[in-house]
Every structure is written in C-alpha cells, then in structure tokens.
C-alpha cells in the first residue's frame, strides 16, 4: 500500500512540475527576425526592462538627429513604435494561451477537519482532471500547431508593420519631391 501511494505522489508531482514551463518569447522575438531579415534586419526587439527602454530611446533620438532613409524609417518604428511593441506583447499572450492548453490543470488539494464533540474527523482529497490527462497528448500536439501559427502571425504581423511604414516613407519622400520641384 505504501509502494502505491508513493508511486501516486511521484507521479503527481512529475505532472505538477511538468506544468511549470514557460514561453520564452525572447526566443520567439529571434525566430520572427530570422525569417524577416530583409524586413527588420534583425532589429525587431521587445522591451521589458528600463536599460532596453533606454537603449531605444537614445537610439530614436540619433535616428532623429539626421536626415532618414527607408531603413532608418523602419529601424525607427520598430524601436519606438507603440503599436510594435503592443504586438509583441499581444504575440507573447497568444503564445501562453496556446502553450497553456497542452498542458493539464492544476491539481486541487482540499483538507477539512470537522470536530463534533469528541471525535475529529480529518479529510485530505487530492484531484485531477481525468478527462485533460487522457487528452494531454493530443492536446499538446495542437499546442505545439497553435504556437507555430502564432509565431507566424507574428512574423505576418512584424512585415505588414515594415510594409507600412515603408509605404509611408515612400509616400512623404514623393511630397518632399513634388514640394521641391
């Protein structure tokens, strides 16, 4: 009896363990500069702390020091643009949501204890969904699809910004010509 109750504990602790990891989304960041190179040029970046806030703003203002170009224009928004930074933000959510469903839910503890008169009755429960442990497997497998859609949202999302603002670049480059001329 003991043997069986300590093979149970084992096993309910490796599931509670198992359901600590978390979404790097430094990593994701990475992936979508890596298959947007000709977009970003590797400059898409997600900050999180002041030294990474600070590090874009002394990088706007030498942007802004100088005449831009295309590149600077896009190297420009995605360092300062709130909207950029908004997206990543929201592309890490997606990306917990999705990683959050392959995974089972916690575990409940209950402990009660009940005194009537001279007797004292204690009552330890621990629970699990069943149902989400016979479907961990499969749902892990469309947890891993949703977290490669959601990093390709990310990338889609990543070149519709540079495609706006290069449309937007080209667009007051010509009025600065037409102005000129």
């Keep these: ?36 190179t000709t977009f970003t040029g590797g400059k898409l970046e997600f900050s999180r ?5 600070q590090a874009r703003t002394k990088l706007t203002n030498e942007l802004l ?5 295309m590149d ?3 190297q420009l928004a995605l360092a300062n643009s709130p909207a950029v930074q908004t997206l990543l933000a929201q592309s890490w959510s997606e990306l917990a949501q999705a ?12 402990f009660e204890r ?10 330890r429960l621990l629970s699990f969904g069943l149902l989400d ?3 961990l497997p499969q749902r892990r497998i469309i947890a891993r699809g949703q977290t490669d859609q959601a990093k390709v949202q990310l990338s889609a999302n990543v070149v519709e910004q540079v495609t706006q603002v290069r449309q937007g670049w080209v667009r007051a ?9």
């Design 1 to 36: 009896m003991k043997r069986i109750f300590r093979l149970g504990a084992l096993t309910a602790a490796v599931l509670v363990l198992a359901g600590c990891a978390s979404v790097n989304i430094d990593q994701a960041v990475q992936d979508a500069n890596d298959s947007t």
């Design 49 to 53: 702390t002041a030294q990474q806030q």
């Design 65 to 69: 020091g100088k005449p831009l170009s």
């Design 72 to 74: 600077d224009a896009v």
């Design 99 to 110: 990683n959050q469903a392959g995974r089972i839910s916690n575990p409940v503890f209950t």
């Design 114 to 123: 009940i005194r009537f008169a001279d007797e004292l009755e204690l009552g």
């Design 133 to 135: 442990l016979l479907t």
């Design 173 to 181: 480059a010509a009025r600065v010509k037409v102005v000129v001329a």
